[in-house]
């Protein structure tokens, strides 16, 4: 087995998400797997109603058009980034297997790289068609603090470790029937969460540096965070 990452030279990336709201880890993590990859742009898909998260613990989610206006917000002035709004105009949950159904038409016969954390990338055997999401796209995951990289063997969730063959070092892995590769990406260590900053807000504590300044007030103003909504 090879032990060099695959390549996904002049590649487009996707980084979906909640961005409950977007913040300063996000886009760090974006310019980083960017940077790594050789991706020649990357595009923030923010989820309208994102299957595995609800407000059903008092811990808001921003409406969909808010924080899709905040990721647009955040990443302009930056040639790489752009924003596209197909889930939050699609109907239904935001299920990635058809954003990446959709994205796959489009760039054909190229496949883009998806941009998700290892916790994330984890759960991945929960998502709708797991196994047919490793077909549709490449995926780069990245650490994120704590943790540090280690090997896939570790990360793969239950299930379809089968279905890819795990380079000598550990670090990317290559799909036996798809050809689609996996690639864990190391970034710098902020320890920057949504939910610490939504927590900030609610405790009335300052956000500041930690939201990118093109939003920081807009989110803030906003109240969406101000009060812990009823159960």
């Not at 998806?114 to 549709?136: I, V």
């Not at 063959?165 to 050809?179: K, M, Q, Y």
Request: hydrophobic share 40%.
């Amino acid at each position: 087995m090879k032990t060099t990452g695959p390549s996904a030279q002049g590649s487009v990336g996707l980084y979906g998400g909640t961005f409950n709201p977007v913040h300063l880890g996000h886009l760090r993590a974006a310019e980083e797997v960017a940077e790594q990859l050789g991706l020649e742009r990357m595009i923030f898909v923010p989820s309208a109603r994102p299957p595995h998260k609800n407000a059903a613990d008092g811990d808001p989610i921003a409406p969909a058009a808010d924080r899709l206006a905040w990721v647009e917000a955040a990443v302009r002035g930056n040639p790489r980034f752009s924003v596209d709004p197909i889930e939050v105009e699609r109907e239904g949950p935001s299920y990635l297997v058809d954003t990446l159904r959709a994205f796959g038409k489009r760039l054909a016969p190229a496949r883009p790289v998806f941009t998700l954390g290892c916790d994330a990338f984890r759960e991945m055997d929960t998502w709708r068609e797991p196994k047919t999401l490793f077909t549709q796209a490449n995926f780069a995951v990245t650490t994120r603090p704590p943790l540090r990289r280690g090997s896939l063997s570790e990360w793969l969730p239950e299930g379809l470790g089968g279905a890819f063959e795990i380079a000598d070092d550990g670090l990317s892995a290559c799909h036996r029937d798809a050809g689609t590769w996996i690639q864990l990406v190391e970034i710098t260590a902020l320890d920057v969460s949504a939910s610490q900053i939504r927590a900030r807000i609610r405790e009335g504590r300052s956000v500041r540096y930690l939201l990118p300044e093109a939003i920081h007030d807009r989110v803030v103003s906003s109240g969406i965070y101000s009060v812990r909504t009823p159960e």
